[in-house]
């Protein structure tokens, strides 16, 4: 089992910048890929970025690329996702997720694992 918590959401205006932070539990962190993804309302679960169990390993989606980073710490049992040059149409719940495989890609049925979520709310 794996146990994750995100933090960092908030509501930003067009153009800025924030941090999510996801911190996993219960499990040898090193030993499993994470990945974000984002819903906003009546729309679709979202690939957003994923990244290896090592790190070396990193994918981001073309509607983030250039402006979201994918990192993970794994001394601190943490993976982040630092935004940039936030758009109105980032706006969504963003979800940290686990799989327990070397790296998940961008399928969220690789994922066993899945955060509560935070908001994530840009204005224009």
């Known amino acids: 089992q794996v146990q994750l918590v995100e933090s960092g959401g908030g509501l930003v205006q067009a153009g800025g910048s924030l941090k999510l932070s996801c911190a996993a539990s219960g499990r040898t962190f090193s030993s499993i890929a994470m990945g974000w993804f984002r819903q906003a309302p009546g729309k679709e679960r979202e690939f957003v970025a994923a990244?290896?169990?090592?790190?070396?390993?990193?994918y981001t989606a073309d509607s983030v690329k250039g402006r979201f980073t994918i990192s993970r710490d794994n001394a601190k049992n943490t993976v982040s996702l630092q935004m940039s040059s936030l758009k109105p149409e980032d706006t969504a719940v963003y979800y940290c997720a686990a799989a327990p495989v070397s790296y998940g890609g961008s399928n969220y049925r690789e994922y066993n694992y899945w955060g509560q979520g935070t908001q994530v709310t840009v204005s224009s």
């Open positions: 990244i290896s169990w090592s790190g070396s390993r990193t």
